[in-house]
DNA sequence: AAGTTATACGAACGATCGGTCAGATAGTGT
DNA sequence: ACACTATCTGACCGATCGTTCGTATAACTT
């Protein structure tokens, strides 16, 4: 079961890409089993087999999204100089990384937490974890900003995580909802104008 | 069909009533026929006869939660006199509808909105509309402001339609994810700042 | 080449999905 | 009281859900 061949690795590759892609547009609970094996042209049991359970298969798609998105803001952000660049790379990452629709439905994390907010289960757990994780990275990153003196001294942190947090997803469901990219240009200004004047 | 009897007219009530807390907590997919009878103690096939398609239940549910929104949130809006006061007075009412739970997932709107984004169909057609109307009421009494002389002349309304629309969306989806009212005051102190100084 | 194990398949499971229909039950108008 | 119609039920439809299982096929090991 867990995947020594390669045979084995390509093919959960292969579904959890699809998988993600399914989860962004109609949701993890939208993921389903059926559609899944109908478009990858396997068989159902055949990709069950992979996972063991359906919670499993939303854990292991929210698992392949972390490591994409890694890949796509986290990493290339940190190449960044520390300070104000760096916080800046990271917000122009996750947008960038929405915009182009790496996964069909925009952010991954943008359209999961709003489908488990009120739900309760271990999919809810790991999406409150990795709420935390980011609001932390976020906040770190501002930190740093005061230290390089790139921002004031007495700037609330957490409050100016909120809002950034609050402006990035806000432009992933609008530009979405209205398919135009101009809501892109308006969390990039808000966040400039809010973090101080120059670029 | 067209609910004549008061009875009919009353069941219909009822089960919007209850498919709204559904949907804000489960998603408007996630609201079945099935579950809706055995949570009323009705018969599947009396709600369905209500409504004569999953969608038109859908539909029907959208609605309601206007009616609602519209009661607790944007009549009291207007008794606010205009300019800067009945703009934060929408942004209050907002955040107390989301806060008080008065739909068990919080904010009906905020909720369809992230689901529905990325997909396409009648439902979808009807959230974006109503996107739209909301962009417009908000920008509309953002340009009273300006009248008003409570905001400057060169404003972009456009721009702070869109942060507005984004801290209490994010502030909604936050406080149900975190379970912490918190959140909240993190989007009223914003606007404020935003809007410049003076309660 | 043979043996072993990972991988995938196909048929079937009970449960639930949205939807249909004939008939029982209730409410209204006369 | 009667007829009429709105409302609601219960049994049933085909499709799909997640899941199980026995079996075939591939890929590595030796």
């Known amino acids: 079961m867990d995947g020594r061949h390669a045979r084995?690795?390509?093919?959960?590759?292969?579904?959890l890409a699809r998988a993600v892609d399914i989860a962004t547009v109609d949701g993890l609970e939208g993921l389903?089993?059926?559609?899944?094996?109908?478009?990858?042209?396997l068989s159902k049991s055949g990709i069950f087999a992979h996972f063991g359970s359906k919670e499993e298969l939303q854990l292991a798609t929210i698992s392949f999204a972390e490591e994409v998105f890694t890949e796509h803001v986290l990493r290339p952000a940190f190449q960044a100089p520390r300070?104000?660049?760096?916080?800046?790379?990271?917000?122009?990452r996750w947008m960038d990384f929405s915009r182009a629709r790496v996964f069909a439905g925009g952010c991954f994390f943008?359209?999961?937490?709003?489908?488990?907010?009120?739900?309760?289960?271990?999919?809810?757990d790991v999406v409150v974890r990795w709420s935390r994780v980011w609001n932390e990275l976020l906040g770190r990153l501002i930190s740093e900003c005061v230290e390089e003196g790139h921002l004031p001294e007495g700037v609330d942190v957490d409050q100016l995580v909120f809002e950034l947090s609050a402006l990035?997803?806000?432009?992933?469901?609008?530009s979405l909802l209205t398919r135009e990219d101009s809501h892109y240009d308006r969390a990039t200004t808000a966040v400039r104008t809010r973090l101080g004047a120059s670029g």
Do not use: C, I, K, S
Not at 8 to 15: E, I, K, L, Q, S
Not at 83 to 92: E, I, M, N, S, Y
Not at 112 to 124: I, K, L, Q, T
């Open 110 to 124: 943008t359209a999961v937490m709003a489908e488990f907010d009120a739900r309760e289960g271990r999919v809810y």
């Open 83 to 92: 300070g104000r660049p760096r916080l800046l790379a990271l917000f122009d």
């Open 168 to 174: 990035g997803r806000a432009a992933n469901h609008d």
């Open 8 to 15: 084995g690795v390509h093919t959960r590759r292969v579904t």
């Open 32 to 41: 389903t089993l059926g559609r899944l094996a109908a478009e990858l042209q």
